[in-house]
C-alpha cells in the first residue's frame, strides 16, 4: 500500500531503503531509546528496516512505518507508526521516534494528528492506543496535544538494563480525537 499523508508541514510516506541511515541512527540513539528498549544489534536493525520496508496488511499485526519528512526542505524529521492491535474491534497502536535535532517543533503531534485521521478515514478505527514509560513526558505531552487520554498505568512493566519502569496506556477514540 503506497502512502503519502500531509500536514501543514509534513509529508509522511512509506519507509524506503534510502531511508536506512535514518532508520538505523534513530535506533542506535541512546537519548531516543532509553524509554523504550535497549540498543539492538545492527543485525536486528536491518531484520527490523526489511520487515517495515515490505509490504503492509492493516490485519497483519506489524508495524508500518512511515518516514516524517518536512515538505518545504524534504528534511528527514522521524518516523511514525501505526499497528492494527485488533482488527475485529478496529483498534491501533501509534509510536513515533523523532530525530533529536527536531524535537520542541510540534512535528510528532502534526504526524500523530495526520496519523489518526488517516487510520479514522482508512480504517474506519474506533479507538488508537499509546504506550508510554511514565518518566517519558515529552511522548506523554504529544499524546495528551492529540487528544489521548490516560487510562491506567502497568507497574513494572518493562524492564531497561536491569531496571524496572511503569507504563502509561493511553487511549483516544476516534470520535473524541481533537
Given at each position: 500500500m503506497d502512502i503519502n499523508l500531509f500536514s501543514d508541514r509534513l509529508i509522511l510516506r512509506n519507509l524506503q531503503t534510502k531511508d536506512w541511515p535514518n532508520f538505523l541512527r534513530l535506533h542506535l540513539d541512546k537519548d531516543i531509546n532509553q524509554?523504550?528498549?535497549?540498543?539492538e544489534s545492527e543485525s536486528d536493525i536491518v531484520a527490523k528496516f526489511e520487515q517495515r520496508?515490505?509490504?503492509?496488511?492493516?490485519?497483519?499485526?506489524?508495524?508500518?512505518?512511515?518516514?516524517?519528512?518536512?515538505?518545504?526542505?524534504?528534511?528527514?524529521v522521524g518516523l511514525i507508526g501505526f499497528r492494527c492491535d485488533d482488527a475485529q474491534l478496529n483498534r491501533a497502536e501509534v509510536g513515533y521516534?523523532?530525530?533529536?535535532?527536531?524535537?520542541?517543533?510540534?512535528?510528532?503531534?502534526?504526524?500523530?494528528?495526520?496519523?489518526?485521521?488517516?487510520?479514522?478515514?482508512?480504517?474506519?478505527?474506533?479507538?488508537?492506543?499509546?504506550?508510554?514509560?511514565?518518566?517519558?513526558?515529552?511522548?506523554?505531552?504529544?499524546?495528551?496535544?492529540?487528544?489521548?487520554?490516560?487510562?491506567?498505568?502497568?507497574?513494572?512493566?518493562?524492564?531497561?538494563?536491569?531496571?524496572?519502569?511503569?507504563?502509561?496506556?493511553?487511549?483516544l477514540l476516534t470520535a473524541q480525537r481533537e
Open positions: 524509554y523504550i528498549r535497549l540498543i520496508k515490505a509490504a503492509w496488511q492493516f490485519e497483519s499485526g506489524e508495524w508500518l512505518s512511515l518516514v516524517i519528512e518536512q515538505i518545504d526542505t524534504n528534511e528527514f521516534l523523532i530525530a533529536p535535532e527536531k524535537h520542541g517543533f510540534g512535528f510528532a503531534t502534526e504526524s500523530l494528528r495526520a496519523v489518526t485521521d488517516w487510520g479514522a478515514l482508512q480504517f474506519n478505527m474506533h479507538k488508537y492506543i499509546g504506550i508510554c514509560d511514565q518518566h517519558n513526558t515529552a511522548s506523554r505531552r504529544v499524546l495528551e496535544k492529540v487528544g489521548f487520554i490516560l487510562e491506567g498505568t502497568l507497574r513494572h512493566n518493562n524492564c531497561i538494563d536491569q531496571i524496572w519502569s511503569d507504563d502509561c496506556y493511553m487511549g
